[in-house]
């Protein structure tokens, strides 16, 4: 059984940082497609940041330059360093994963596996 267990959301104030964890059982990130998302009441989820199998990434435009995906392969964990923080930011974050993935990708569709989310709030 695959889970993902996410970590690391919390307040803080604007220009502030935070780091998100996800471990993953059941399976390994190598060689597997690994992604944040957020969603926000009312909107639809966004891709945030992404990574493929052999660690290339790919970023959405709002959080280019702000964000970092990094992964752990020994420890079975994904990382998003989320600096700079910015009200707009505020949302439930997810970590999500595709088995044998060869995409760094930032559509919902392409991932089968998600966390449940946890929730960061970035105050003016």
Do not use: H
């Not at 059982?25 to 060689?31: C, D, E, R, V």
């Amino acid at each position: 059984q695959v889970q993902l267990a996410e970590s690391g959301g919390g307040s803080v104030q604007a220009g502030g940082s935070l780091r998100l964890s996800c471990v993953a059982s059941g399976f390994t990130f190598s060689a597997n497609s690994m992604g944040w998302f957020r969603q926000v009441p009312g909107k639809e989820r966004e891709g945030v940041a992404g990574m493929d199998g052999i660690g290339r990434t790919t970023y959405a435009e709002s959080v280019e330059g702000r964000f970092t995906i990094s992964r752990d392969t020994a420890k079975n964990t994904l990382y998003l360093q989320m600096n700079s923080l910015k009200p707009e930011d505020t949302a439930m974050y997810y970590c999500a994963a595709r088995s044998f993935g060869l995409l760094a990708s930032l559509t919902e569709k392409y991932f089968p596996y998600w966390g449940q989310g946890t929730q960061v709030t970035v105050s003016s």
